[in-house]
């Protein structure tokens, strides 16, 4: 069975959150959008199969493993969207319902390398989301749930940059 690539730190708890449409704001684009947390899962899921086809498990486990963690992120913020008011809509800014997330957002890339050069990007530019949203939150326990999924999205990157690192020798 394929573990999430996560750090061992727990993740902060929501409880105790209230309705604040500022917060929601900050964060809701992270839940589901072209750069959101369930495009992540859709996209590692899809290269997993493709590496797999391939041959090369482990590195398709490596993926799975990734999607997992992303899986767990995509929970906790769809958690953080109820806590903080609105129904965690699959669309880039809930409650409102339009903008729906679409798998066209997914890369479909067919090259192993290009695969993983693509989510290096995707999860530089992760990391660079969650910090912007780091310096506009005000809520300290929302600032320590995003700073949680931070490191989760390090630990991808490095991981992945071990796995391009691997496919090009």
Known sequence: MVKPLTIPDEYPTTEGLCPDSYS???ISPAYASATGELNAILQYVYQS???HKQGLKEYADDLKGIAIAEMMHLDILGKTIIALGAQPIFC???PTAFNFYSAKYVTYSRNVINMIEDDIIDERRAIAQYSKMLTRL???QLKSI???I?????LHLERLKEILQALKH
Do not use: H, V, W
């Open 24 to 26: 929601l704001a900050i």
């Open 49 to 51: 199969f493709c590496f």
């Open 92 to 94: 880039q800014n809930p």
């Open 138 to 140: 005000k809520n300290d």
């Open 146 to 148: 995003i700073s949680r």
């Open 150 to 154: 931070i490191e989760d999205e390090k």
